[in-house]
């Protein structure tokens, strides 16, 4: 019978919870200020994590720079919180979900906005 809530999955919600509250209060580089780590896949073998992200500026190349420069750092980080035997690698990919919500939401808008001053002639 397979498991409904695999090994894997609670360690990546522990690395997200983790790594929020260490760009929060620990890294000190101003381009990683506004980041909010959306969500976290880890590798079977727990070598390697995708960390998902998205800003309040959009994609930002140096938001991506600042991330990749701290991962040493939050990695370590982890190691010491988590006691995993292998801390994974941490990769870093801009999450636009929140953007494509955004602009769908605004198109919605439009549509009902639209539709009632139709009904109105």
Same mark, same amino acid.
């Given at each position: 019978?397979?498991?409904?809530?695999?090994?894997?999955?609670?360690? &990546?919600?522990?690395?997200? #919870?983790?790594?929020?509250?260490? %760009?929060?209060?620990?890294?000190?580089? /101003?381009?990683?200020?506004? @980041?909010?780590?959306?969500?976290?896949?880890?590798?079977?073998?727990?070598?390697?994590?995708?960390?998902?992200?998205?800003?309040?500026?959009?994609?930002?190349?140096?938001?991506?720079?600042?991330?990749?420069? &701290?991962?040493?750092?939050? #990695?370590?980080?982890?190691?010491? %919180?988590?006691?995993?035997?292998?801390? /994974?690698?941490?990769?870093? @990919?801009?999450?636009?979900?929140?953007?494509?919500?955004?602009?769908?939401?605004?198109?919605?808008?439009?549509?009902?906005?639209?539709?009632?001053?139709?009904?109105?002639?």
């Amino acid at each position: 019978m397979p498991k409904d809530y695999a090994r894997t999955d609670r360690i &990546a919600e522990q690395i997200q #919870r983790e790594l929020a509250e260490l %760009v929060r209060l620990e890294v000190k580089d /101003p381009r990683v200020r506004m @980041v909010t780590v959306t969500g976290v896949e880890v590798a079977r073998d727990y070598s390697h994590a995708k960390v998902f992200y998205t800003t309040l500026d959009g994609a930002n190349n140096a938001v991506q720079q600042g991330l990749e420069r &701290a991962s040493g750092f939050l #990695r370590s980080q982890l190691a010491h %919180v988590m006691k995993l035997r292998i801390t /994974p690698q941490l990769h870093f @990919v801009y999450d636009p979900s929140i953007e494509r919500g955004a602009h769908l939401s605004q198109l919605i808008d439009e549509a009902v906005a639209s539709d009632r001053t139709n009904l109105k002639d």
